[in-house]
């Protein structure tokens, strides 16, 4: 997860195949076919050590690799790779900050075109920083994050736990949303709404042992985190593993594990659920990581503005 300042940011979609309308009656049988029904595009997504999912681009002409990372504001690309594909970097005043609460200075830049599976972005504005500790974790070298506000514009749906993200072309659309919404609650899918918090971090409304508190939706995040001071308030109990968390942009950040009684997320409830809890240095109570996410068959909407979970006991997989 990384904040950064707010900036117009502006692009478009082409390229994006539209597979034929299912027949008429047959129901699809799993989420890929409905949105590819629906005119989505897809990317196949990746899952590397540490539970970051990427997916492999075209920036420019040359193939680099983008954490998905719902818990970024925006689109940040790492100077050295900035640098490698010939980017024309704008220094500014703007920094980003990591969760750990160290600060780089960043510029900006555009991206003349930007391809994901069958979608092709172009002329697509980016934050430039130093990003180089996103690698500190053995595995496929990742030159930057795709952020929320991108996919926010073009109506970008993620599924975590089949590692695949859609686009819709025509942007996010009540209808498509809708139907989308139908076609996972009809299925088991809890629905909780999505929000920008003042930062531009996307969030939602949860509880801890009955006491509220709102959580970053942080497909960035290996892990779900609480804030310590609320976590114990909410009567967390610790297991006496202690660790230190690493930041993507450096430093770190003393963390242990804990348990709470109930996690209440929307209509679902997580019971004795392990969380990680430390003091963020920016704000918030905490994350819903990747691994609830993909535990529970999260589907996160960001046309509609709604996260979809399912717990596993629920059904077989294969009924998506």
């Avoid at 998905?68 to 790779?81: K, N, Q, R």
């Avoid at 009540?174 to 139907?179: A, H, L, R, Y």
């Avoid at 001071?229 to 770190?252: E, K, L």
């Avoid at 963020?280 to 068959?297: A, D, M, P, T, V």
């Amino acid at each position: 997860m990384r904040t950064f300042p707010p900036a117009l940011l502006i692009f478009a979609i082409v390229g994006l195949s539209v597979p034929s309308a299912r027949a008429a009656g047959a129901a699809p049988a799993s989420l890929k076919t409905f949105l590819e029904s629906e005119g989505y595009g897809g990317s196949q997504l990746q899952r590397r050590l540490g539970n970051h999912l990427f997916a492999t681009t075209i920036i420019n002409g040359r193939r680099m690799a983008l954490a998905i990372d719902t818990g970024a504001p925006f689109t940040l690309v790492d100077s050295a790779s900035a640098k490698a594909v010939g980017l024309k970097v704008q220094e500014t005043k703007g920094t980003i900050t990591g969760v750990t609460g160290l600060t780089e200075r960043a510029g900006v830049a555009r991206i003349a075109t930007l391809r994901m599976g069958n979608c092709t972005f172009l002329n697509v504005p980016i934050g430039v920083a130093d990003a180089a500790e996103i690698n500190a974790i053995r595995g496929p070298h990742l030159d930057g994050l795709f952020g929320a506000h991108e996919m926010s514009k073009f109506g970008v749906v993620i599924d975590c736990a089949r590692q695949m993200l859609y686009v819709n072309p025509h942007g996010p659309s009540s209808t498509d949303n809708q139907n989308l919404a139908r076609f996972l609650t009809g299925r088991g899918f809890s629905r909780i709404p999505m929000s920008f918090d003042s930062s531009h971090h996307l969030e939602i409304q949860a509880k801890v042992n009955g006491h509220p508190v709102a959580m970053i939706v942080d497909t960035g995040a290996a892990s779900t985190f609480l804030s310590q001071s609320i976590a114990y308030a909410s009567g967390a109990a610790t297991t006496g593993v202690n660790f230190t968390i690493g930041g993507a942009t450096g430093g770190a950040l003393p963390g242990k594990i804990a348990r709470v009684h109930e996690l209440a997320l929307g209509d679902l409830i997580v019971h004795n659920a392990e969380l990680t809890i430390g003091e963020s240095k920016i704000g918030g109570s905490g994350l819903l990581g990747e691994e609830y996410l993909s535990w529970n068959f999260g589907v996160v909407d960001l046309g509609g503005m709604n996260l979809y979970l399912r717990p596993p006991e629920l059904g077989p997989a294969k009924k998506r």
